[in-house]
């Protein structure tokens, strides 16, 4: 919770530096969503959800501007160009240390097998490695036979974070050098056959909107771009520099003594 004050009190600085404040309207809102909620709540829901978060509803009016306040400079930092700019290096490098880029064959267990009994999978695997291991095209191979049809439309590979895999395919990409195609990989849900992709200026080019600025998913989940990390990083920085004075009452004051 002291934390979070800091980081409050630091965008408020960092706003003031940058000559960003709410406007009326804008404040006006604020204010608005806080009554929005309240009416599309009971009157007792509303206190409760408000008690089990800790707060007033002055401190969620606050919260609520300072939501609007945090945007209102991002988006200034953003339109100015130079304070969040992240470089092509920076990118490229953010990529290698955070993402694997892959093709992948994918092989469904046959029918009425799984991890404990594959026979008939393990035929259709080996024919696969007998086709890659003739030099047949990965693609061509994985149109033939993976059950990963999607694949087809990503030329230049998946790109997906390392934490967004298992360990197992984790372990299996990042002993691969570039090009190179893995051997078959037993999972849960059947076998994977890898080749590593370069992380090429074309795949630079099609993730660079999602990579900088973040997306959100199907099920409203958002994801942070490089953008949003470096200017909740600036935010941090700044609440480094600040100085928390405690009054004398502070270590007199607990669960135990408020109730």
Request: some cysteine.
């Amino acid at each position: 919770m002291l934390n979070d004050l800091k980081e409050a009190y630091a965008l408020e600085f960092l706003a003031e530096e940058h000559s960003v404040e709410l406007t009326a309207e804008e404040i006006r809102e604020a204010e608005a969503k806080k009554a929005q909620d309240k009416n599309e709540l009971t009157e007792e829901i509303y206190v409760n959800w408000l008690n089990n978060l800790f707060l007033t509803e002055e401190l969620y009016t606050e919260l609520l501007k300072s939501n609007a306040l945090y945007e209102k400079t991002y988006k200034t930092f953003l339109d100015d160009g130079g304070l969040l700019h992240i470089t092509d290096e920076e990118l490229r490098s953010h990529l290698e240390e955070n993402y694997f880029c892959y093709a992948q064959i994918y092989i469904d267990f046959a029918s009425g097998e799984g991890t404990n009994i594959h026979t008939a999978t393990d035929k259709t695997v080996a024919e696969i490695q007998k086709r890659l291991s003739d030099g047949d095209d990965f693609y061509a191979v994985a149109f033939s036979h993976s059950d990963d049809q999607t694949m087809m439309d990503y030329k230049n590979g998946y790109l997906k974070e390392k934490s967004a895999l298992s360990e197992d395919a984790q372990e299996v990409l990042g002993a691969l050098k570039e090009n190179e195609i893995s051997e078959p990989l037993l999972q849960s849900d059947g076998y994977y056959i890898f080749k590593k992709m370069p992380i090429g200026e074309k795949v630079i080019e099609e993730n660079r909107e999602f990579l900088l600025y973040g997306y959100t998913d199907v099920n409203e989940v958002h994801t942070n771009g490089l953008y949003e990390d470096r200017f909740y990083d600036l935010i941090s920085e700044k609440a480094k520099t600040l100085t928390v004075e405690f009054a004398d009452c502070y270590e007199a004051v607990s669960s135990e003594t408020v109730y």
